[in-house]
């Protein structure tokens, strides 16, 4: 379908455009700079190995590919096609496949926008825990249920948010079943301590226009719901947390 997929790069390129005015208008820092300092600041010396746990198509980690010795992804669908940027990719299910990897595997985890489709966060989060080795952290990026766009759109009924969610979304491939469970910042730092997790740091970012940018009407809507919530940091509509497991 080349004229659907010339349409897509129109509409991402606009959408890349747009971004220019957040920092203009005070939104930052934006979420990419929080997630991206603390994978910075996480990486060990030397060539670390890396899970990106719920990798979907997209990965801050390609980034920092000349750190990392070993890249690996899980995710509970195959990307097709295959993501260039991984060592290993396998299939499994965060909250249920316990032993998808033996333990102390990885230095560093990923999670990005994953944790809002978990239907078990608490068990994701003490697998992941144990795949990690003493001394080795998980940094999430997740959207916060304390800003009411995001509160509003994680209650609608699923016959209603599934259309919304395609038509905001990239490809209706993206439209993942959304279950929110965990999803204020006080909740997702609770769950990461009960799994174990120390050091745990939580910031929130607004991240609504940078989400649906792609369409002028949502981006509007979403800069509407960043700027509203800005000076209130704990209702900015994403949470970018990290956790380090004792030891190391
Ligand atoms: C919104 S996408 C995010 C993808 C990518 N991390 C990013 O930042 O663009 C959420 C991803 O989580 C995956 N996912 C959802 N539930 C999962 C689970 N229980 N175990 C593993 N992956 C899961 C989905 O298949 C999807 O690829």
Redesign the pocket.
Known sequence: MPNATASDNRASKRGRGRLAILPRLGLVPSTSEVVNGFLDGALPAGQAAVL?????????LVSFRSRIGRLVG????APDPPLAWLDSFQV?????DADAFPPASFDLV?????V????DTWT?FENVGRWLRPGGSLVI?TVNRRHPFVNAYLSLPTALRRPLQRAIKASAA?A??LVGSCNTPELLRQALADAGFEKIEVRTTGNLAHAWRRRLPSFVLGLIGDLAAQPFASRRSTIVAIGTVAGG
């Not at 990923?110 to 994953?114: A, G, N």
């Open positions: 990106d746990a719920g990798c979907g198509r997209l990965s801050a899980v995710d509970i669908h499994a299910d965060l909250c249920a990923l999670s990005s926008f994953t809002e489709h978990l239907a994701a990026s993206d993942h079943p």
